[in-house]
């Protein structure tokens, strides 16, 4: 066990789908997923669950970690994890506990693997990084669309061919590392330090709509 937490942010609020970290897949809760890959990773010296929902933080105080009720203040739409995150640090510091690393584990990316999760925290801490995070490689050509609505390729529209074309990735949020004394430094956790590292394309998925909830039903089974 290393001298780790692992943070699960977990609002009560969301636009897309109401209560959505309490959407259930496999008869389970996105946020009980979590907490239980959390706890069976055996990786944490705490587990720490923020939310402004007094039905999420009874789940959380059921399955026996610590849970932060979270002000309204910092509970809105327009909140930032960095606010949630900071607010933690500083409850555990008051009551003297201590910790070197952070690690970020949203509730919405529930087909993120248990492995996934080890080998990300070891590399993170074999390697020293400051800040890491996961990606995906897309497998398409990038286009962005101008105010004419016509897409202007931002790589060489003359490669055709997927293998001669230059890899771009990008950020799935399935899990995030900090070093505590960084974050409470800079009081952020984006970094133009940030470290990377590839995961399948499949745990990317991350849960915004009713459509992206149903795909992870059918492949939730089938990916662990």
């Given at each position: 066990?290393?001298?780790?937490?692992?943070?699960?942010p977990?609002?009560?609020?969301?636009?897309?789908?109401?209560?959505?970290?309490?959407?259930?897949?496999?008869?389970?809760?996105?946020?009980?997923?979590?907490?239980?890959?959390?706890?069976?990773?055996?990786?944490?010296?705490?587990?720490?669950?923020?939310?402004?929902?007094?039905?999420?933080?009874?789940?959380?105080?059921?399955?026996?970690?610590?849970?932060?009720?979270?002000?309204?203040?910092?509970?809105?739409?327009?909140?930032?994890?960095?606010?949630?995150?900071?607010?933690?640090?500083?409850?555990?510091y008051l009551?003297?506990?201590?910790?070197?690393?952070?690690?970020?584990?949203?509730?919405?990316s529930?087909?993120?693997?248990?492995?996934?999760?080890?080998?990300?925290?070891?590399?993170?801490?074999?390697?020293?990084?400051?800040?890491?995070?996961?990606?995906?490689?897309?497998?398409?050509?990038?286009?962005?669309?101008?105010?004419?609505?016509?897409?202007?390729?931002?790589?060489?529209?003359?490669?055709?061919?997927?293998?001669?074309?230059?890899?771009?990735f990008?950020?799935?949020?399935?899990?995030?590392?900090?070093k505590?004394?960084?974050?409470?430094?800079?009081?952020?956790?984006?970094?133009?330090?940030?470290?990377?590292?590839?995961?399948?394309?499949?745990?990317?998925?991350?849960?915004?709509?009713?459509?992206?909830?149903?795909?992870?039903?059918?492949?939730?089974?089938?990916?662990?």
């Amino acid at each position: 066990m290393s001298n780790t937490i692992a943070f699960i942010p977990a609002r009560k609020g969301s636009k897309s789908i109401r209560n959505k970290n309490l959407k259930l897949i496999n008869n389970k809760s996105l946020v009980e997923l979590t907490i239980n890959q959390a706890k069976k990773s055996k990786l944490f010296k705490k587990i720490i669950l923020s939310s402004d929902s007094r039905t999420i933080i009874n789940l959380g105080n059921k399955k026996k970690i610590l849970t932060i009720l979270r002000p309204k203040q910092i509970s809105s739409d327009k909140s930032l994890t960095e606010a949630a995150l900071f607010h933690a640090v500083n409850y555990l510091y008051l009551r003297k506990i201590n910790f070197e690393n952070i690690i970020i584990m949203q509730p919405t990316s529930p087909l993120r693997k248990l492995n996934t999760l080890k080998k990300f925290l070891k590399i993170c801490l074999n390697k020293k990084f400051t800040h890491a995070l996961t990606v995906s490689k897309l497998d398409h050509n990038i286009s962005v669309k101008n105010k004419k609505n016509i897409f202007i390729p931002i790589v060489n529209k003359n490669i055709r061919r997927r293998q001669d074309r230059k890899s771009f990735f990008y950020e799935n949020g399935l899990i995030y590392f900090l070093k505590t004394k960084n974050f409470l430094k800079n009081k952020k956790i984006y970094s133009s330090k940030w470290k990377y590292i590839e995961t399948e394309l499949y745990e990317s998925l991350d849960i915004n709509n009713l459509n992206d909830l149903k795909i992870a039903r059918l492949l939730y089974n089938k990916t662990k």
